[in-house]
């Protein structure tokens, strides 16, 4: 019976799987790329010609938990 499930960790690799060939999908057709810039933490466009337009920036910082005592 538990060899019906698949475990978290290949869930996480199947999503990022599917995310990396829908990204490489829209290099394809010519589509702007949106992304997350981890390090910058913004959102950035990625056009075809190589150029990149910030999009937005992260709101928020901190886990759920940690906003939520501030708040109390």
């Known amino acids: 019976m538990s060899s019906d499930y698949i475990t978290d960790e290949q869930v996480v690799k199947r999503a990022n799987a ?3 060939l829908e990204i490489e999908k829209l290099k394809a057709m010519g589509a702007p790329v949106i992304i997350y810039d981890r390090k910058k933490q913004v ?3 990625r056009n075809n010609d190589g150029t990149e337009t910030e999009v937005g920036k992260r709101l928020r910082k901190g886990n759920y938990s940690e906003r939520i005592e501030k708040e109390i």
């Open 43 to 45: 959102v950035v466009r």
């Open 18 to 20: 599917a995310v990396g």
